[in-house]
Nanobody, 114 residues
Framework: QVQLVESGGGLVQAGGSLRLSCAAS????????VAWYRQAPGKQRELVAR??????NYADSVKGRFTISRDNAKNMVYLQMVGLKPEDTAVYYC?????????WGQGTQVTVSS
């Protein structure tokens, strides 16, 4: 059974940094497209960043500030966030699609104070 577990969220001041981690069991993230999404209160869940075997892509709102990466040996995917803004406040979710199954972690809260 595939499980994704996020960690690393917290409260940070505007301009600060956080690194989110997504740990997987039941699958090798190195062969998957893995994405980070976020959902702010009252808003739809939105794609933040995705990493595939050969590329990464980002939402326009985070380009130049967020970096998605993976550590294949540890079976982890990370989201390094710098220059955080209050509008980045949201629950951040790790996502992986395997065949027709869409897997989500439980989410980690990121709160950026002004």
């Amino acid at each position: 059974q595939v499980q994704l577990v996020e960690s690393g969220g917290g409260l940070v001041q505007a301009g600060g940094s956080l690194r989110l981690s997504c740990a997987a069991s039941g699958t090798r993230l190195s062969i998957r497209a893995v994405a980070w999404y976020r959902q702010a209160p009252g808003k739809q869940r939105e794609l933040v960043a995705r990493i595939t075997a050969g590329s990464t892509n980002y939402a326009d709102s985070v380009k130049g500030r967020f970096t998605i990466s993976r550590d294949n040996a540890k079976n982890m995917v990370y989201l390094q966030m710098v220059g955080l803004k209050p509008e980045d406040t949201a629950v951040y979710y790790c996502n992986c699609i395997i065949m027709t199954n869409n897997y989500w972690g439980q989410g980690t809260q990121v709160t950026v104070s002004s």
